[in-house]
Every structure is written in structure tokens, then in C-alpha cells.
């Protein structure tokens, strides 16, 4: 999604915001812009391309003062034209992520005020309307008066060419945060982008504003009394979003799973018992009164929700739904107050997950838990109970790290459910606890089959469609493996439960389909191994992700990579890793852009 990086200052700022937005291009976009003030001018330049366009583009921009972004379209295509910034009659630059929701109204509004409209953004709008405002000379009131007639999601950067010293900024459904430094002062919409000129930061809240000058800064709230944020020194390591070694920060990340499950299950495997503390204090009260778990999230952090159902049920024997957060925003459901309403993020700014989790609320549900990888993101201020991924950033499009993080902290979860339900006696939780401390290790042993997997992936180079089968807890982990082909390689792919197959799809099962199976050696093995039967006696070309002791056995047509270990229940984390690196090495053979896939962004903050 869309980046904004801004800054004031003594010296040319204008590496500063193309290293910024360098820094932002995990999150995905199509065009980037910025814009400077120089000599009581806005000087702007614009590139559908790349930020390495940008940065050649600007070679010679100078400026104390700009405000750069990159873009994900939405209203208008990927052009030049709709690139931001958007500027009005030359005096008033901004940059959005979001969605102006009243666009059209505003736009009609401004055109019979003789504003005139150069892209199809609705971005553009909030550019004259500010202008509007700004008789007075006044950028803070008028980017206030702007922001009270705009319904929709915003973070902005906001500057005016005879204002050389004020960058104004402001938030509400975007992320956006300040960053402090000294004589200088910036904006991002992630910590990632301002890593490169200050550690202290303040998370801006909902409806917040800025007043960002050379040596000050003024916050105010929604309505518009001045607050105080804390600042904070940020403790992202500056190295963990360099790429060192590895050739796409997607290989970094497949790779970087053992450490980022022992970080995520650190405080745990250096006890000896399970506490619902871990969720934080109040955990310790809400916990008894639970009567049912309801999952909300989106796309790879959904399957990690479908794969915990099989846990929650299982181990702790309490009802669990698992709910796609775009759906549920918009379903009238019936609420129970003693379900716990449990959000997976990533990133924990989507957009649909957030909305689902604040829908949760307002219909009743007072106990909400967030497991996350952002710190300081909005779903985790907005849940009562939390529980963090320490995954540590995760900049590939493609969700690898943070996905096996969320599975272990959603196996934490069953856990503790379980024990505070009487269904975990001692014996079983020191077992349990035994088998978390083998999982970094047990994980680095998948990773070691690499050579392998590269070796299967290049009879999948020229195939248009896959199938992926699973059962039980290791469905959902077939759809994750089938989300992960087709973000990186555009192959279309589709997971089934296996025991489906018969019902339809089998129809399409020719010598041309490769079908995936994810094969543990647990109770529905001996089912497993008749619906891979059926496909065999289609001409179907398997390829079996099997446990050791399965007996599965390579012959024609029928591949097979041999896991080192059955895990038990914790089986699907290890079976998520094979099929990652199937993914990313078939992107590699079709020669995608592995980190930033077509059409996608890592963070999803519209709707
Ligand atoms: O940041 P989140 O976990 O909330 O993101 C949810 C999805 O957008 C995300 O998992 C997406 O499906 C990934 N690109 C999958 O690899």
C-alpha cells in the first residue's frame, strides 16, 4: 500500500525521502513522486516506474522541505499523471494513503470554486481544499478545516511553497508515525523508512494532526486540542531490513524462521509453566469466562486462524470460529460477550481486520486479543489482550515468518485455554513445552531439504494451474501453500480438503494439473493415501510433502520430498516451510518480482 515519507530540515532532504521511500517499497506501489520546496517554489517530480526512476529523476531537486510517496492505485490508474504528490495552483503540495470516500461531492464542489483537476485521485481533492483554506497563510487550520470535511482513511503530508520550514501531517485509518530528530523533523508511514536519520519516534494516534517544524513539533487530537505523545526510541534493527546474504528478502525470511519462532516463544520456553499472563494481566480474569473463540483476519493470517480452530477444539475443548474480516465487518452476526475475539496482523494495519475488530466491539464483544508483529500498530492499541509475533520485520509481499510466528503464538493460546479449562495436566504441559523448545530446531532441519525443493519446483516452470490437497489442520496449511504460488508466481492454484476432491475438482485432473499434498503421518493418512490414488488413476503428477514414516514412496508420476520429523500437533508449522520454498523457487524459475508481486501490497490499509 501506498508510502509517505516527509521531512524538514538544514540540509537537502531530498535523499533522505528517496531512501525513505526506497525503504517503503516492500509495501507495494506502482509509481512514486515527491516534492520539494526551492526557492519559494514546489519543485515535484513524478515516475510511473520505479523509486530508482525517482532517484535518477531527481538528481538535481534540492530542497529543506518535501514530502515524498509511492503509490498503490486506487482511484485512477498507475500513471504519471495520478503519481503523488498532488498539487494545488502551485502552492499546495500533498501526499495520501487512504481513501477519500466523498471524493466525487468535494471534487464537484471544488470545480465550480474554478479548482481544476489534473488526475483522476481522489487524492487531488484534499490538495484544493486545503488551498481553500489557506487564505490566511494559516497550513495547520487549513489542513484541519480539510480534514473535517473528508469521510474516509488518511495519513497525509501536507506543504506549502511559502511555508519553507512547516510540513503539516495527519492520520486517521492510515498508519503514520513522527520521527524526532535533532534541528530536524520527519515523517513515515512505517519505522523502516526514517530508521536511516532517527531512532526516537511517536506513533501518531487516529485523528491525530502535526505541526512538524525544523526544531518543535505540536500534536493535536480529532478535536484539536493540542496532546502529548510519548516518544519512543524504536528497537527495529536497522540490519534486519538489509538484505545481506539472500537473494529476495523472501528467501531472508523463509530462512530467518527458526530464530523469529524462538524469539516469538522466548519468555515461554525459559519457564516452566504456561500462564495466561503472557496475553497481559487482565488476561488472568478474562480468561475463566470464556465461553467460545471467534478468529477474525485476512488472507495468510486467516489460515494460520483455521489451523488454530483444529487446536483450540482439540486441546482446549472450546468452540472456535474462524471468520474472514471482510465478510464479518459487513455480517449481522449474533454476538456472545464471553467469546474471546481474537485478530491475527502481520502488519496489524489491514484495513478489513481492523474494521472486523472495532465491528466486534460495537455489536457487544468487550474481550478482544491481538496476536501481531507491530508493536505499536493500530490493532494492537485497539485490543485489550495481546500477544506479539517477534518475527521481526517481514518486508517480502509474501507472508512467510510472521505466518509460523502467528501459528506458534496461536498454540501458546490453545494452551493456556486448555490449562485454564482443567484439560492440561501437568505431564502434558511440560510435554508440550518440550516439543516448542524443539521447534526452532526441528524447522532449521525442513529448511536443510532447500536444494531439493528447487530441484521439484522446475517441473512446475511451465504449468498454468496446481492443485493443493491437505486434511484436517494441514488444509489450511494447503492453502497457504496454493496463496503463496499464486502471489509470487501467477500460477493459479487452489486448495481442497482432500476428502473434496471427488465432489468436483477431480474433473480437473489431467497430466498438466501437478497436485501438491501435504502428507503428515497422522490419523487421516491411510484416507490421504486413497484420495492420492484417485489421482494418480487420472494421470494427476503428484508431489507429496510426506513424514518420514508415512511409507509414501516416489514412483511415476509421483514425487515425493521426505520430511525429516512428525511434530505432532505441531506438525503444520514444519509442513508450512517446503511449500514456501516451493513457491519462491517456482517465481524464481518464472522470473517474477518475488518481493513485490503485480497488484499486491504488504500492507492493506484501505478497504
Ligand atoms: O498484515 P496482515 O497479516 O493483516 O495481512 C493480511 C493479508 O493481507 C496478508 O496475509 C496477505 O494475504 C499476504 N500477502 C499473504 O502472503
Given at each position: 500500500m501506498c508510502g509517505i515519507v516527509g521531512a524538514v530540515a538544514k540540509r537537502n532532504i531530498v535523499p533522505v525521502l528517496v531512501n525513505g521511500l526506497l525503504r517503503l517499497e516492500y509495501r507495494g506501489y506502482d509509481s512514486a513522486g515527491l516534492v520539494v520546496v526551492h526557492e519559494g517554489k514546489l519543485e515535484r517530480v513524478r515516475s510511473a516506474g520505479r523509486v530508482a526512476e525517482l532517484r535518477q529523476k531527481s538528481a538535481n531537486t534540492t530542497g529543506q522541505l518535501g514530502i515524498a510517496h509511492t503509490r498503490w492505485a486506487t482511484?485512477?490508474?498507475?500513471s504519471e499523471r495520478n503519481a503523488h504528490p498532488h498539487m494545488s495552483r502551485n502552492l499546495i503540495a500533498v501526499v495520501h494513503n487512504g481513501i477519500i470516500e466523498n471524493y466525487e461531492e468535494l471534487r464537484a464542489e471544488l470545480s465550480e470554486q474554478g479548482y481544476e483537476f489534473?488526475?483522476?485521485?481522489?487524492?487531488e481533492v484534499i490538495a484544493h481544499l486545503v488551498h481553500s483554506h489557506y487564505a490566511q497563510g494559516n497550513l495547520l487550520l487549513a489542513t484541519q478545516t480539510a480534514l473535517s470535511q473528508l469521510v474516509g482513511a488518511y495519513a497525509i503530508g501536507v506543504i506549502a511553497a511559502?511555508?519553507?520550514?512547516q510540513l503539516i501531517a495527519a492520520r486517521k485509518g492510515s498508519p503514520l508515525l513522527l520521527g524526532v530528530g535533532e534541528g530536524e523533523n520527519f515523517v513515515g508511514s512505517d519505522m523502516s523508512a526514517l530508521l536511516q536519520v532517527t531512532r526516537n519516534v511517536v506513533y501518531l494516534e487516529e485523528g491525530d494532526v502535526v505541526e512538524v517544524n525544523l526544531d518543535s513539533y505540536r500534536i493535536f487530537d480529532e478535536q484539536g486540542t493540542e496532546v502529548q505523545r510519548p516518544v519512543q526510541i524504536s528497537e527495529l534493527d536497522n540490519d534486519s531490513v538489509e538484505l545481506g546474504e539472500y537473494k529476495h528478502y523472501m528467501q531472508k525470511e523463509i530462512h530467518e524462521q527458526p530464530q523469529a519462532l524462538a524469539n516469538t516463544l522466548e519468555s515461554v520456553c525459559n519457564s516452566q509453566s504456561l500462564v495466561p499472563?503472557?496475553?497481559?494481566?487482565e488476561a488472568n480474569s478474562i480468561f475463566p469466562k470464556i465461553e467460545s473463540i471467534l478468529i477474525l483476519a485476512c488472507g495468510t493470517s486467516n489460515h494460520a486462524g483455521q489451523v488454530a480452530r483444529y487446536w483450540l477444539e482439540e486441546i482446549a475443548g472450546i468452540p472456535c470460529t474462524v471468520e474472514i474480516a471482510s465478510e464479518y465487518r459487513y455480517r449481522a452476526s449474533v454476538p456472545n460477550p464471553n467469546t474471546l475475539v481474537v485478530t491475527i496482523s502481520q502488519?496489524?494495519?489491514?484495513a478489513d481486520t481492523l474494521a472486523a475488530l472495532n465491528h466486534a466491539k460495537a455489536t457487544g464483544h468487550g474481550y478482544t486479543l491481538a496476536i501481531c508483529?507491530?508493536?505499536?500498530s493500530a490493532i494492537i492499541r485497539q485490543s485489550k489482550l495481546r500477544l506479539l509475533?517477534?518475527?521481526?520485520?517481514?518486508?517480502?509481499?509474501?507472508?512467510t515468518k510472521a505466518f509460523t510466528t502467528q501459528l506458534a503464538a496461536l498454540f501458546l493460546l490453545t494452551l493456556v485455554m486448555a490449562k485454564v479449562r482443567g484439560r492440561l495436566d501437568e505431564k502434558r504441559e511440560q510435554q508440550f513445552l518440550h516439543e516448542l523448545r524443539h521447534l526452532p530446531a526441528a524447522m532449521q532441519k525442513v529448511l536443510a531439504l532447500e536444494p531439493q525443493i528447487a530441484e521439484m519446483a522446475k517441473l512446475f516452470a511451465d504449468k498454468h494451474h496446481a492443485l493443493f490437497l491437505g486434511r484436517g489442520m494441514h488444509f489450511p496449511i494447503a492453502a497457504e501453500g496454493a496463496l503463496k504460488l499464486k502471489e509470487i508466481s501467477y500460477i493459479h492454484a487452489e486448495a481442497y480438503?482432500?476428502?473434496?476432491?471427488?465432489?468436483?475438482?477431480?474433473?480437473?485432473?489431467?497430466?498438466d494439473m501437478p497436485v501438491v499434498s501435504v502428507a503428515p503421518?497422522?490419523?487421516l493418512l491411510e484416507k490421504l493415501k486413497s484420495n492420492l490414488q484417485e489421482v494418480r488413476a487420472r494421470g494427476g503428477e503428484l508431489y507429496v510433502f510426506a513424514?518420514?514414516?508415512?511409507?509414501?514412496h516416489a514412483s511415476e508420476g509421483v514425487h515425493i520430498l521426505q520430511m525429516p520429523e512428525h511434530a505432532g500437533f505441531l506438525s503444520p508449522i514444519l509442513h508450512t516451510a517446503p511449500l514456501q520454498l516451493l513457491a519462491y523457487y517456482v517465481a524464481l524459475q518464472k522470473g517474477t518480482d518475488v518481493d513485490k508481486p503485480r497488484n499486491l501490497a504488504k500492507s492493506v490499509t484501505v478497504e
Open positions: 482511484h485512477g490508474i498507475p489534473t488526475s483522476d485521485t481522489d487524492t511559502d511555508n519553507p520550514q499472563g503472557i496475553f497481559g494481566a502488519s496489524g494495519e489491514t508483529n507491530v508493536p505499536e509475533t517477534r518475527a521481526g520485520p517481514e518486508i517480502g509481499v509474501a507472508s480438503p482432500a476428502g473434496e476432491l471427488k465432489h468436483g475438482p477431480l474433473a480437473l485432473v489431467d497430466k503421518n497422522d490419523t513424514d518420514a514414516d508415512t511409507h509414501i
